[in-house]
């Protein structure tokens, strides 16, 4: 049995010895690894703790500031986060977690992420990543043919062109996000005159030189959280990004979009961007992109779309044509890490126009020196690993055919979830699936029977007293930590717009199946009738009320 | 044996597979990543070339921008990963790879990776990452207190508090300085009277409400290149980026940054930020941060140092002095992955006052709830993968005392190469470290023995020639695959602030020893005449000719 190593005592020796010898083969580390390689479903299962243990007692365990003075064995450490933190971290692959965007992950990214780490490249100069330079171009290639689907010759010319570039890998859609919207602000604020340019002299004189009294971002009310923080950062300001009306389908409605812009307008306030969203993050809904296309050709808007949530749909022949229009995006937004199934961290942001980042571009002394192939000199970060990796080995391994039955069976899930819950006698479907993503409530019978012909005033105490419910089921569901939906607050037009909070779920994880969703659906209403009894028997004379009135 | 996992059968149940059943034990895979546990150094050393291939030959490889419309074997493409990929990356964990931030890291590492890229969790949010919140938060509160010494029951006050926050976990150094220079922007032009400040309103409105021309943030002329990228990205702009001068250490010059300050104040422009440099990529050096600090208090300027590479040396006792004054800043970037020797993609900022960040603060239906303690609603960054582990390990198994081993053996090493240099006869120290890093060049004997004698014009000639010299040993001793220093240009007092390019090696890899120094020397003095000899001819009879004059 090979000696465990060990660090406990500090001497220089010692410390060399952690970079130069592995972990023995009997250590706690390597057990717990191999483990993991073995049946990594069993190992989640087996070392997370499924009931919720309160954050209160969690913190607990991480509340000392101060950095030990002495070092610890590894193989007690190992144990330590067994206990502590892999415990009581979310079982985000498991098949009954269908609140947010995780999913399980393929097997083979495990070693390969190891592979990767090991390597410990940095993608920000070829000096420290050479071939990992080349494969992140061919990487955004590969999405950006997914999206535009430009002749070959587009990409021998432009792929790997030092001074060009056809997007930007990184750690998600917000910084791929807050990218686009970068380079968009730039081109609209670009050198002209004597005024070179607002990435040198700044928004205030940029906004002098060109007559505006204010900069606007355009997007739907569904838009993400995000560009609230990229306005922010961008000097526009929240209220410079301008909510559009949508429909009872939660889709932009190009008229209100039009009349927006003219708004805007009228006040010498410059609408640089209209964003469309390909699957909202709330109810997974995609903006009508030809409309919005056509609107920005005319009004010389920036059009970006965030695809990324939906932007994998691309790789269907089957539903592909949901994202119609979004070849006419100027930019667009898709993480790798939601629906093709990468670790978390990996986001690109693509431009149709390879010259589109040059007003972004930067060099300096000792890296990104002028004419290198440096991928820094584009991206909003600096120092980046090497995930571009996962991505192109997904790509083969998985391959465009393969990607494409995940999807297609991920938006078949979400018909079935939908259409089991419409027959149900006490659930809600709010919104549809257009994608794998949906929203429900749990609607007990009385209110199912009577909603329809009740008066404002009366929708809106019961809407309360749903709200309640929703949410007690919903944080009662997590707690027992079996399952988890996750939940939002949308203002449907079946409620007459009010505040009303439901039951959010996507359903990309392929090893959720039909039972599960059928279990689902039974726990929230065992929730209900258990738990929930008091909140219940005051629905339901609310409606007697109502009804005997 | 056990079959290997086979995907190039496009069938759902084949799919299901990859995220069910792992690599077999006799797998390529499984192989491939056993070697690398077994021996990392060794891994790399056999897989990856040492030789230098065009990197016009490399792209070839990844040149295709079709994504495959079938899938291959993982045993297949993991063989094609190991060929053009891995064989052809760089060997950043090299003892002889000294020219950037890179180092080997300690194996333990590799394992925990796994888990947690296994564990796939999601900082945005506490329903995505439960226990590795408060983890996180714990790591931001070790780095505050390394840095700002609080009494213990500050920090039982603030790091688990929902409404505060000690700082950001963030994807590098980068995205740390630029969250800084927000937070320091937005309370610079935060909401008063009927303005509603900078995030909200935008820094067109802020401008005129506050009545500046401009916005600066000053910086001495050894600053990062991401300080431009933040400015422009900020809409301050490029030209508001002030370059302070630098003292013949490369030091910030306070005389100068308080003259610039008044000067931009003269023309109202509002310098609302000044940052200090601790650990200058360029040559190491530390800006006197006591002074800067001062200026900063009477000036109202937000202080903030950039350590993202020189802040490890904090955990020295023997060295942390060199930071004094870091204290008194209100942020601090510190990158994990260069001296705390983790994995590319983690850096953090730091600030003082647990009420800083309130201006960026940002909320979401669904997830960043008001008064949740998630992660997310105080990052520029959304979606974020759970590397405040690796810290929080680092911490536990290397300790303090580890850590200050590390760092103390470094600057000893970086002492040591900078006399053996000193010695040469046919070498020049361009500038001395201060931690552990130096810049060099070679300079042949006959300039040695002139170079003090001679005019500004034979000075301006002889350099230009020493530059091509040095530009060609560097890329030479980089094609040969053997070792690695990285090169910048510099304007060293000596040469009368020519422009000078300059050897740059940054000593931090503990592998690195005292002979691999000397032959880096050699290997230096041995390409020149070898592989430069004309040049060197040229350079001798110049100054032969200045000498008989």
Redesign the interface.
């Given at each position: 049995m090979a000696p465990e190593?060990k660090?406990a005592d500090?001497?220089?020796d010692n410390?060399?010895r952690?970079?130069?010898?592995?972990?023995g083969p009997d250590s706690t580390?390597?057990r717990?690894?191999a483990e993991?390689?073995?049946?990594?479903?069993l190992?989640?299962r087996e070392h997370i703790v499924a009931e919720e243990k309160p954050?209160k007692e969690?913190?607990k365990?991480?509340?000392?500031?101060?950095?030990?003075?002495?070092?610890?064995?590894?193989s007690d450490?190992?144990q330590?986060?067994m206990d502590?933190?892999?415990?009581?971290?979310?079982h985000?692959?498991s098949p009954s977690f269908i609140?947010?965007m995780?999913s399980?992950?393929?097997?083979?990214?495990?070693?390969?992420?190891?592979?990767m780490?090991?390597?410990?490249?940095?993608l920000v100069k070829?000096?420290?990543?050479?071939?990992?330079?080349?494969?992140e171009?061919?990487v955004l290639?590969?999405l950006?043919?997914?999206i535009y689907t430009q002749p070959?010759h587009f990409?021998?010319q432009w792929?790997?062109s030092a001074d060009h570039s056809l997007g930007a890998f990184c750690?998600?859609?917000?910084?791929a996000n807050?990218t686009a919207l970068?380079v968009a602000r730039?081109n609209a604020l670009k050198a002209r005159d004597h005024f070179?340019g607002?990435?040198?002299?700044?928004?205030?004189?940029a906004?002098q030189h060109y007559g505006?009294?204010?900069?606007a971002i355009l997007v739907s009310e569904r838009g993400h959280?995000?560009l609230?923080?990229a306005?922010?950062?961008?000097?526009?300001?929240?209220?410079?990004l301008v909510a559009v009306r949508t429909d009872e389908n939660n889709r932009l409605c190009p008229i209100d979009l039009q009349s927006k812009i003219q708004m805007l307008k009228a006040q010498r306030i410059h609408p640089f961007a209209v964003i469309g969203v390909a699957g909202t993050?709330?109810t997974g809904h995609i903006d009508p992109l030809h409309d919005i296309a056509r609107i920005c050709r005319i009004e010389h808007c920036h059009f970006h779309v965030d695809a990324a949530w939906g932007g994998a749909t691309l790789?269907s022949k089957t539903y592909r044509h949901l994202l119609d229009g979004i070849e006419l995006a100027d930019s667009v937004t898709i993480?790798a890490?939601k629906q093709l199934y990468i670790?978390?961290?990996a986001?690109m942001v693509l431009f149709k126009n390879p010259n589109a980042m040059k007003v972004?571009e930067?060099?300096?002394?000792?890296?990104?020196r002028q004419g290198s192939?440096d991928l820094g000199s584009h991206t909003?970060?600096?120092?980046?690993?090497?995930m571009a990796?996962l991505v192109y080995?997904s790509?083969?391994?998985?391959?465009?055919?393969?990607y494409q039955?995940?999807i297609d069976?991920s938006i078949e899930k979400a018909k079935y979830f939908s259409s089991l819950i419409e027959q149900q006698p006490d659930f809600e479907l709010v919104s549809q699936p257009e994608l794998c993503l949906l929203t429900y409530r749990y609607l007990p019978k009385p209110v199912k029977n009577i909603r329809t012909t009740i008066s404002l005033p009366e929708k809106t105490h019961l809407n309360q007293l749903l709200n309640e419910l929703t949410k007690f089921i919903q944080k009662k569901q997590?707690e027992m930590g079996k399952s988890?939906v996750?939940?939002?607050?949308l203002n449907p037009l079946s409620w007459e717009h009010l505040d009303t909070l439901v039951f959010?779920v996507v359903l990309a994880n392929?090893?959720t199946t039909h039972d599960i969703l059928q279990s689902i659906l039974q726990e929230q209403r065992d929730i209900a009738t258990t738990y929930a009894p008091l909140l219940l028997e005051q629905i339901n004379q609310y409606c007697q009320q109502i009804a005997t009135q």
């Open positions: 190593y660090t500090v001497s220089f410390l060399l952690i970079f130069t010898v592995p972990e580390l390597t717990i690894e993991l390689s073995r049946n990594l479903n190992f989640l954050l969690i913190e365990d991480f509340s000392n500031p101060h950095i030990p003075e002495a070092p610890t064995f590894v450490h190992t330590h986060l502590t933190l892999v415990a009581q971290s979310v985000t692959a609140g947010h995780t399980a992950l393929p097997y083979f990214l495990m070693p390969l992420s190891k592979i780490i090991a390597l410990n490249q940095n070829i000096e420290t990543s050479k071939a990992f330079t080349p494969l171009r061919q290639g590969m950006h043919r997914l070959d990409y021998q792929m790997h750690s998600g859609g917000t910084v807050i970068w730039n070179t607002v990435e040198k002299e700044g928004l205030y004189k906004m505006y009294q204010g900069l959280y995000s609230k923080k306005a922010d950062i961008l000097g526009i300001g929240q209220d410079g993050t709330e790789m993480d890490h670790p978390m961290g986001g972004i930067h060099h300096a002394q000792y890296i990104l192939k909003l970060e600096g120092s980046r690993s090497g990796m080995a790509m083969h391994i998985i391959s465009r055919a393969g039955l995940l069976q997590r988890f996750s939940r939002t607050r959010r392929p090893l």
